[in-house]
């Protein structure tokens, strides 16, 4: 697949430090600063806050018609969270997109689990069919369904959510880029295009 020019945007540990206080900035700063090297490196991105996500990031073509979207959930890397963690939250913020619009379905394509050490992307190939995503679903809509539970706190709270995201991790398509030194973020965008276009 041809892709229009892909700027380079280079990420290295620096990235994700605060020049103030030399210390790793905190989630929504490392948030941002994905945002923006999506946004960098294709312009055809755009990634916001909006509505039961920490980010959803849509790529549209030149007409602005929405090609595929995901899901970026990011989390400070020494702080919380396994990559079991992200998952299962960012599965839950997709299932809230396409629940009450599930006409976005075949639209959604991966999620993006970030931390200021390592970009992570999963494809939901085949997932919506599952008998995992009817797991995972009914165990969402049970956790819900109690006072104060939500996609954030679905994988401490859920006994069954984290049985079944270690019983099935293995079979997600998982790609991992480090930022030891630097990554150039053009590598995980190509990447991106390559499976959901």
């Not at 979207?69 to 997109?97: F, N, P, T």
């Not at 200021?116 to 599952?130: A, M, P, R, T, W």
Request: with cysteine; aromatic share 14%.
């Amino acid at each position: 697949k041809k892709f229009k020019m892909l700027n380079s945007f280079i990420i290295t540990p620096e990235y994700f430090i605060l020049p103030e206080t030399g210390k790793v900035v905190r989630e929504s700063g490392i948030e941002d600063r994905y945002i923006r090297a999506f946004e960098k490196v294709d312009a055809h991105f755009s990634i916001n806050k909006d509505d039961n996500s920490d980010g959803v990031v849509r790529y549209c073509n030149e007409d602005n018609k929405i090609l595929f979207y995901g899901i970026q959930e990011c989390k400070v890397h020494s702080r919380r969270g396994s990559i079991m963690e992200r998952l299962v939250q960012s599965l839950a913020y997709v299932y809230d997109w396409i629940n009450p619009k599930p006409e976005l379905k075949p639209k959604f394509k991966f999620v993006h689990l970030p931390t200021e050490k390592e970009s992570v992307i999963v494809y939901l190939d085949n997932l919506f069919g599952s008998m995992f995503w009817t797991e995972f679903t009914f165990y969402y809509e049970l956790h819900k369904s109690k006072k104060g539970c939500s996609a954030s706190n679905f994988y401490k709270n859920s006994a069954d959510v984290r049985v079944l995201i270690s019983d099935y991790i293995s079979r997600f398509r998982i790609s991992c880029y480090d930022i030891n030194n630097e990554l150039d973020f053009k590598e995980v965008i190509s990447e991106i295009l390559n499976n959901c276009l």
